[in-house]
């Protein structure tokens, strides 16, 4: 089984000190992969720059405008897209290397050249909207892949599972009417972004492919499984995609300080070899893991760590943090009951 690891060392220069979203959280993913002996055991890439071809096929050209704009006339620090997001003078050559990096992923397992694989990669990307950044996010980089996927290889359908902590508003608003792709978001709610409510369901062709699992906060391990178990595997069974990328967030960890899930490393896992097992039922094992956010630098690095482990077969799970004080969880069985009814599933 062979696993490509898809990441670049430029992705440590797009930084702002102090910020959430900086370039310590992949020198941690980098270093405990490496500690762990597994970048030996996987076939590393360097990421190549996505081109503007596919940026477009989700950005609006004037966005793209705005970010060569920003990288021909280079700010003395960075400048604030948002209230949340930065770009310095070199933010859009490592964006593209981001989604670069997802984009190749999805080439080396659609080409047979490795049996699945691993984004490690930064910038995040599932909150940048078609027309402007969002929520540290400057390209859609799952969106560009999934796009990439179809046109380049003709696949028909992908299915986009995203269990960062965020509601995946950008990938959805770029894939909402389209019946090609079933993308799941579950996250907490109501929280940053605000958007996924559980009737947002698709919109033309695309109702009913999208599927939001909204969550108060508190839920774990336990809520976890019962719903990948209850609504995403016969969704899946349903639409039988032919290729699966997961937008892995480690932000709904019990320790991420931005959030308030009580997800361990071990429940992670769970999700994780329960995706696997999907691809492996349902797409001859072709799935993409590419890395959104999280940001307490032991969760995210574990984390990342048990992907390459599920990936590469092996039965390890690396958990120095273990579960949470309080194992109390909200009851999910009236969410489940909701979802059932409006996708009947």
Same mark, same amino acid.
């Given at each position: ?15 702002? &000190? ?5 370039? %310590? /959280?992949?020198?941690?993913?980098? @270093?405990?992969?490496?500690?762990? #002996?597994?970048? *030996? ?20 050209q ?20 948002d ?11 490592i964006?593209?290397l ?6 190749? &992923?999805?080439?080396?397992v659609?080409? %047979? /050249?490795?049996?699945?694989?691993? @984004?490690?990669?930064?910038?995040? #990307?599932?909150? *940048? ?17 999934t ?19 965020h509601?995946?508003?950008?990938t ?36 009913g492919?999208?599927i939001?699992?909204?969550?108060a ?6 809520s ?6 209850q ?18 967030g ?59 482990h599920?990936?590469?077969?092996d ?31």
């Open positions: 089984m062979t696993t490509a690891y898809l990441t670049h060392p430029r992705y440590t220069e797009h930084h702002l &000190a102090g910020h959430a979203e900086h370039a %310590g /959280r992949i020198r941690a993913v980098w @270093a405990e992969i490496d500690k762990a #002996g597994l970048s *030996a055991r996987m076939n590393k890439i360097e990421a190549p720059p996505v081109d503007d071809e596919w940026i477009l096929k989700v950005h609006t004037k966005y793209l405008e705005l970010l060569y704009w920003i990288e021909q006339h280079p700010p003395q620090g960075v400048h604030h897209l209230p949340d997001t930065y770009a310095g003078a070199k933010a859009f050559e964006a593209r981001s989604a670069g990096g997802v984009v190749q &992923a999805v080439d080396e659609l080409s %047979g /050249r490795a049996q699945n694989a691993l @984004a490690a990669v930064r910038p995040p #990307g599932h909150h *940048a909207m078609p027309d402007h950044a969002m929520g540290f996010c400057l390209l859609g980089n799952v969106p560009i892949a796009r990439y996927a179809q046109e380049k290889f003709g696949i028909e359908k992908i299915m986009i599972v995203d269990y960062d902590v509601h995946g508003n950008g959805e608003a770029m894939l909402y009417d389209d019946p090609t792709t079933l993308f799941i978001s579950s996250h907490q709610y109501p929280f940053y972004p605000g958007t996924g409510a559980i009737t947002d369901t698709g919109s033309g062709k695309g109702s492919f999208t939001n699992i909204p969550l906060g508190g839920h774990g391990d336990r976890y499984a019962a719903f990948y178990e609504i995403i595997w016969p969704a899946a069974r349903r639409f039988k995609p032919q290729l699966i990328i997961v937008s892995a480690f932000d709904s960890h019990w320790l991420d300080p931005i959030a308030g899930m009580r997800l361990s490393l071990r429940g992670y896992d769970h999700l994780t070899r329960e995706l696997i097992k999907m691809a492996d039922e349902l797409c001859g094992g072709k799935i993409v893991f590419a890395m959104e956010g999280g940001y307490n630098l032991d969760a995210l690095s574990h984390g990342l760590v048990n992907i390459a599920a990936l590469l077969g039965d390890t799970v690396s958990d120095p943090l273990g579960p949470p004080k309080d194992s109390r969880e909200p009851d999910i069985e009236p969410v489940i009951r909701h979802l059932k009814q409006i996708h009947r599933l």
